[in-house]
């Protein structure tokens, strides 16, 4: 099974801000899983992280300490995602990504890197992003609106929980 993880989604990983709860007892249940799971992302990922977490400090939402202990953790994190090779083509898919839909460039690039990687799970906390995602076919998580979703589930169901949108009002 491939999570796919975007910046936005990702942070909250790393410190506490609204939805980190639901991502920590996500990430819990995860690895209780007898299925082989890839965590994934964008290159991109990593410029959108270290700079939130400079942006985040310098408003003093976090002290120095909760600041270099996030930047640790992620450099340590990172080396175990699966980043797709950006190339020509996941260049190429981006762009015509966001003259598609109401996304920044940013988003573009992650949305073509989760098609590239066949996602089973697409994690972000955007909505515009998210509603791209659904309309390309993947299954889409907000935990910041929407509970935790039933993976044993999702891998059960693998070819419809991909067809499946969600619904969102």
């Known amino acids: 099974m491939i999570i796919y993880f975007d910046a936005s989604a990702l942070i909250k990983s790393l410190i506490e801000e609204p939805g980190s709860i639901n991502i920590h007892n996500f990430l819990l249940e995860t690895a209780q899983l007898e299925e082989t799971i890839i965590f994934a992302t964008s290159a991109v990922t990593k410029a959108e992280i270290m700079a939130a977490l400079s942006a985040i400090r310098r408003g003093r939402h976090l002290t120095q300490k909760k600041f270099e202990k996030a930047v640790v953790d992620f450099k340590t994190r990172w080396k175990a995602f699966f980043i797709p090779e950006v190339t020509h083509f996941l260049i190429d898919k981006a762009g015509e990504i966001g003259l598609n839909h109401k996304i920044k460039g940013c988003d573009a690039f992650q949305l073509a ?10 994690i972000s906390t955007d909505n515009d992003l998210n509603a791209a995602a659904l309309e390309n076919g993947l299954f889409v998580w907000n935990p910041m609106t929407e509970p935790i979703p ?9 070819a419809t929980a991909k067809l499946i949108p969600i619904d969102k009002g």
């Not at 989760?114 to 697409?122: C, G, M, N, Q, S």
């Not at 039933?150 to 693998?158: D, S």
């Open 113 to 122: 890197s989760a098609l590239e990687v066949e996602t089973d799970i697409f």
């Open 150 to 158: 039933k993976i044993k589930n999702i891998i059960r169901g693998r």
